[in-house]
């Protein structure tokens, strides 16, 4: 498996409180990726990075915010979590000349 | 917004028998269109992959055809096994460049014995 670790692996919050949630590889890979995973509605891209500083939204950004200030790390902040952001959160990092993302083993947030 | 409609969200098959799932996408810039499985519990992990290119790519038991025209793709997996069973997610990259890929909501296979 690709280096890539996510923490915590496993959260549980109130509605109203901040969260972040941490993305670490190993690999150099420029681009990085949080997406959040529900029934029924598959993978769905949060936010992505392309490089140290460099971000954008994707489909669901609203109520997210993310950072990366190193080449091995991309934070996943809510800022005030509410029930709807109850999911599995995973980070994927590609080395783009393959295109191929590699999973982390997910991050499961339950907000209450 | 741009999207990826995939095609059922559940299939059962026979032991042996051949299934095909299908994805149809929006953008017609998109030139990559990676296949991702998951198995209960753990993380998706990419299977086949076809650039816009080709139309058809193959891997042992698994194939993906690509009909740009049409916008759509699809993946057949022949003499299927009990190991294939997961879900599979279809996805496509966003404009031309494979730096933002965006899935399609999954189809879950289940192989009858």
């Known amino acids: 498996d690709a280096g890539i670790t996510q923490s915590p692996r496993h959260k549980v919050t109130e509605t109203g409180t901040p969260v972040t949630l941490r993305c670490h590889q190993t690999e150099n890979h420029r681009y990085m990726y949080w997406y959040r995973q529900d029934p029924g509605h598959g993978l769905r891209l949060i936010h992505y990075s392309y490089g140290v500083k460099d971000t954008d939204k994707g489909e669901v950004s609203d109520g997210y915010s993310v950072s990366r200030s190193k080449t091995e790390d991309f934070l996943l902040t809510l800022e005030s979590a509410t029930s709807s952001q109850t999911s599995v959160y995973f980070c994927a990092i590609s080395d783009i000349d393959s295109g191929e993302l590699f999973f982390g083993e997910g991050s499961r947030l339950t907000v209450l | 917004g741009e999207n990826v409609e995939q095609h059922p969200s559940t299939l059962s098959v026979q032991e042996g028998d051949s299934a095909v799932i299908k994805c149809t996408y929006s953008?017609?810039?998109?030139?990559?269109f990676p296949w991702y499985k998951q198995e209960l519990g753990k993380r998706p992990q990419l299977i086949i992959d076809?650039?816009?290119?080709?139309g058809e790519k193959k891997d042992q038991r698994i194939a993906v055809t690509l009909n740009k025209t049409a916008k759509h793709f699809s993946l057949h997996i022949t003499e299927t096994q009990p190991e294939d069973s997961a879900v599979y997610f279809c996805a496509a990259s966003l404009g031309s460049s494979a730096s933002k890929i965006i899935f399609g909501s999954g189809t879950r296979l289940s192989i009858r014995p």
């Open positions: 076809i650039r816009s290119n080709v």
């Open positions: 953008d017609s810039a998109s030139n990559y």
